[in-house]
């Protein structure tokens, strides 16, 4: 068995996670989220099965680099990161219904991924053939699927207070009263983008570190270094208005969609739209 095609099987299962979820935000039943969570694991543990695998076909074919160097093996770290951050939010809230916000940005990518993508298997060009690879990519997409999920908790935050905005602040039945209070969404949100803008920082140092190695230079102003460094900013807002200023609740679950779409302008925007060193990880 190919890695694309447990690649592939992971996408629909992921898929069914997310209905399931939805499902259980729906309705209510206990059964329903317990079969979500199942379900997720079960494709996260597959999806780790292909990873692992497509890194073993890399070294058969003489390569030997971890599957992080182009578009299609960075879609599917970072579908495996979202779930990753997912599951251990889950499993410290016991919030299930957060699921049906956040499985769904996994499935999304793995499915341009596995459909939009070449998923060829090819050797590294000069540039990438660093150890620093590695670690730029992991830590920048472990930041990016934590946005991801403080994305979720956002729109899920801005639900939830116009419902409460609109039917009075005692909102008993409906989807909205499923949700989770406001004040433990706006504590989620804060605390998920302070892991991700970690790791974001420490991507960009090493980043820094491994553009000196390879064009002779700490930063070069390329246009995906500066959409990586607007995005810190607005992380960095985010986290010293919550600190100094006091934002919170709706101000914080703005920021953090606002966030991650400019994670995902400097992730597709910068590759599609604008030429620079970094073009190689568009295909």
Known sequence: MSSSLLLSIATFIYLAAA?????????????LGYAATAVCISGFTIHSLGFVLRWWESHKLGYGHI?????????????????????????????RIIGAFATPFAFLAMAYASFATDSDIEPLIPALQS??????????????AAFAVA????????????AE???GHQIKEGLWAHLPE??????????????GFFWLTVGIITGSVW??????????????????????FVYATAIH????RGWAGRRIAILSILGFLSVIFTYFGVNFLLAGLHSYASG
């Open 182 to 195: 406001l004040h433990t969404l706006d504590d989620l949100i804060y605390k998920t983008i302070l892991f």
């Open 241 to 244: 208005a919550r600190l100094v």
């Open 19 to 31: 209905v399931l979820y939805l499902m259980h935000w729906i309705f209510r039943w206990e059964k």
């Open 131 to 144: 150890n620093w690879l590695t670690v730029h990519v992991i830590t920048c997409f472990l930041g990016y």
């Open 67 to 95: 599957p992080l160097s182009n578009l299609y093996e960075s879609l599917i770290f970072f579908g495996w990161a979202t779930i990753l951050v997912y599951l251990f939010l889950e499993f410290k809230t016991k919030k």
């Open 165 to 167: 905005k609109t039917r």
């Open 211 to 232: 553009a000196e190695q390879a064009w002779g230079s700490y930063w070069s102003w390329d246009p995906k270094e500066t959409w990586s460094l607007i995005t810190w």
């Open 151 to 162: 994305c979720g908790l956002g729109i899920m935050y801005l639900f939830r207070h116009h």
